[in-house]
């Protein structure tokens, strides 16, 4: 049995034993294997697959389409990868294959079951740091299939749920690094929150308490500024009050202690008598 590997975050990558996967280059037959891929748990009707892949085509002739579109796909991968029916089709989810979607998924998994909550222990500060490393970007960017209405609103939910995902799993990193004064790391995974979404205001505001961490109010206010901008030029929006908060006492701890020359009079009730 031929080694299937599926590299579908950041890319649409598909191998055999190490090698590129010949035959899959269509887009209904990478559409299908996606659609089995993702969707594992479920023997699929041949007649939901034919109307999601050509809505277009009457029964018979999308029943047709589908047909050839599974010949191409056994030839492509061997039966080992395939349940087939006469009026089903799903992934074998026991032959050897490795999907970057399911890891992820299992990595995510492994820590909500283990440390629901803040402080990560190290075994579970591992998971999702290898959970970050996967995920390389969207879920099979630039993959469209205009004429399949229904299979391009699913595939808009499952790359909103796993950016979701993604985003939250690396504000949980960022945390993390920030309570333990690891700036750079704080700093990485902060960053590419905003790789993700430049307005995000979490991210925003975990800059600024790490370069307060390092004891530069300056860059912590800049960071402010460029969060402002941002929120006003892409949402029409001012800061949130949290995060106007945090900006308010940054700017209050670079205040500079008032000189001897700067210093207010002392108080009548502390004043010194007339002798």
Same mark, same amino acid.
């Given at each position: 049995?031929?080694?299937?590997a599926?590299? !579908?975050?950041? *890319? $649409?990558? /598909?191998?055999?034993?190490?090698?590129?996967?010949?035959? @899959? %280059?269509?887009?209904?037959? =990478?559409?299908?294997?996606?659609?089995?891929?993702?969707?594992?748990?479920?023997?699929?009707?041949?007649?939901?697959?034919?109307?999601?892949?050509?809505?277009?085509?009457?029964?018979?002739?999308?029943?047709?389409?589908?047909?050839?579109?599974?010949?191409?796909?056994?030839?492509?991968?061997?039966?080992?990868?395939?349940?087939?029916?006469?009026?089903?089709?799903?992934?074998?989810?026991a032959?050897?294959?490795?999907?970057?979607?399911?890891?992820?998924?299992?990595?995510?998994?492994?820590v909500?079951?283990?440390?629901?909550?803040?402080?990560?222990?190290?075994?579970?500060?591992?998971?999702?740091?290898?959970?970050?490393?996967?995920?390389?970007?969207? !879920?099979?960017? *630039? $993959?469209? /299939?205009?004429?399949?209405?229904?299979?391009?609103?699913? @595939? %808009?939910?499952?790359r909103? =749920?796993?950016?979701?995902?993604?985003?939250?799993?690396?504000?949980?990193?960022?945390?993390?690094?920030?309570?333990?004064?690891?700036?750079?790391?704080?700093?990485?995974?902060a960053?590419r929150?905003?790789a993700?979404?430049?307005?995000?205001?979490e991210?925003?505001?975990?800059?600024?308490?790490?370069?307060?961490?390092?004891?530069?109010?300056?860059?912590?206010?800049?960071?402010?500024?460029?969060?402002?901008?941002?929120?006003?030029?892409?949402?029409?929006?001012?800061?949130?009050?949290?995060?106007?908060?945090?900006?308010?006492?940054?700017?209050?701890?670079?205040?500079?202690?008032?000189?001897?020359?700067?210093?207010?009079?002392?108080?009548?009730? !502390?004043?010194?008598?007339?002798?």
């Amino acid at each position: 049995m031929a080694h299937l590997a599926q590299t !579908l975050l950041g *890319s $649409f990558h /598909l191998s055999l034993d190490g090698h590129p996967a010949a035959g @899959l %280059r269509a887009s209904k037959v =990478r559409a299908l294997l996606l659609y089995l891929t993702l969707e594992p748990a479920t023997a699929h009707p041949r007649a939901t697959l034919a109307n999601l892949l050509w809505p277009q085509s009457n029964d018979k002739k999308a029943r047709q389409n589908l047909r050839q579109t599974v010949h191409r796909l056994r030839l492509a991968l061997g039966d080992d990868h395939l349940l087939i029916g006469e009026e089903s089709l799903q992934l074998n989810t026991a032959s050897d294959s490795w999907v970057d979607v399911g890891q992820f998924h299992a990595l995510l998994t492994a820590v909500r079951g283990h440390c629901p909550t803040a402080p990560l222990c190290p075994t579970c500060l591992a998971q999702l740091s290898q959970a970050a490393d996967l995920y390389q970007g969207e !879920l099979v960017p *630039s $993959f469209a /299939l205009d004429d399949c209405a229904e299979l391009e609103s699913w @595939l %808009r939910q499952w790359r909103e =749920r796993l950016h979701q995902h993604a985003l939250a799993l690396l504000y949980t990193l960022a945390a993390h690094y920030l309570g333990q004064q690891e700036w750079e790391l704080a700093r990485e995974y902060a960053q590419r929150q905003l790789a993700m979404e430049p307005w995000r205001e979490e991210a925003h505001r975990q800059l600024m308490q790490m370069w307060a961490g390092m004891g530069q109010q300056r860059a912590a206010l800049e960071q402010y500024g460029r969060c402002q901008t941002i929120l006003e030029e892409e949402l029409g929006l001012p800061p949130s009050a949290e995060t106007e908060q945090l900006r308010r006492e940054i700017a209050a701890a670079n205040q500079p202690a008032p000189t001897p020359s700067q210093s207010p009079p002392p108080s009548p009730c !502390l004043a010194a008598r007339p002798t």
